[in-house]
C-alpha cells in the first residue's frame, strides 16, 4: 500500500469534509434522538459509495485524459468556485 497517498488522501477528504452540508446533514439526523449507530453507518456507507463512484470514474476518465490535465481541470474548477462563492458573498 502506497501510505503516502493514503495519508494525503485521507487527509484532503478529512478537511473538505469538515463542517460541509454532509457533515451538518448527519448532525441533523443524529440530533433527531434516532438511533446514532444507524446514522453513522448510513452516512459511513453513503460516504464510501460516494467515493467508490468517484474512484471509477477518475479511472476511466485516467484512460483517456492524461492525469495532469485531470488535476489542471480539477484545480481551476476549485479556483472558479471560490471565486464565485466569493463574488456571491460580496454582493450579498
Do not use: Y
Not at 469538515?18 to 457533515?23: A, E, H, R, S, V
Not at 479556483?79 to 458573498?89: H, Y
Request: without cysteine; hydrophobic residues 55%; positive net charge.
Amino acid at each position: 500500500m502506497d501510505w503516502k497517498l493514503f495519508g494525503s488522501t485521507f487527509l484532503a477528504i478529512f478537511l473538505a469534509e469538515m463542517g460541509d452540508k454532509t457533515q451538518l446533514a448527519t448532525l441533523s439526523f443524529a440530533s433527531s434522538g434516532s438511533s446514532r449507530w444507524t446514522v453513522f453507518g448510513a452516512s459511513a456507507t453513503a460516504l464510501v459509495a460516494t467515493s467508490a463512484i468517484a474512484v471509477i470514474a477518475g479511472e476511466a476518465v485516467a484512460r483517456h485524459i492524461p492525469p495532469v490535465w485531470i488535476r489542471r481541470a480539477a484545480g481551476a474548477l476549485f479556483i472558479a468556485l471560490g471565486v464565485w462563492t466569493l463574488v456571491k458573498a460580496n454582493s450579498t
